[in-house]
Nanobody, 120 residues
């Protein structure tokens, strides 16, 4: 059973940084692309950042210039570096990975979510 395991969330003051990680347990699933989403209380889940298999990235306007998404094929992991955090970045962050499980492309694996809380 493939699981995406997230880590790196926490409570920080505004202006500080956090780095979220998302790794695939086991070796059955090879990550080639990743999205990071977030969901704040009472709000819909929103796409924050994406990285494709060839390294193209895209960001929500609200995080451009502050967040950086990356992927490490050797570690079979993806990351979200979050700088200059703001209270409005407070949310549960989820990773969604695309990749290969054997010969089949999968896009339905999600991390368990990690809480990011930014105090003012």
């Amino acid at each position: 059973q493939v699981q995406l395991v997230e880590s790196g969330g926490g409570l920080v003051q505004a202006g500080r940084s956090l780095r979220l990680s998302c790794t695939a347990s086991g070796s059955a699933f090879r990550i080639t692309a990743m999205d990071w989403y977030r969901q704040a209380p009472g709000k819909e889940r929103e796409l924050v950042a994406s990285i494709t298999s060839i390294g193209n990235t895209n960001y929500a306007d609200s995080v451009k210039g502050r967040f950086t998404i990356s992927r490490d094929g050797a570690k079979n992991a993806g990351y979200l570096q979050m700088n200059s955090l703001k209270p409005e970045d407070t949310a549960v962050y989820y990773c969604n990975a695309g990749g290969y499980e054997g010969p089949w492309y999968r896009r339905d694996y999600w991390g368990q979510g990690t809480q990011v809380t930014v105090s003012s």
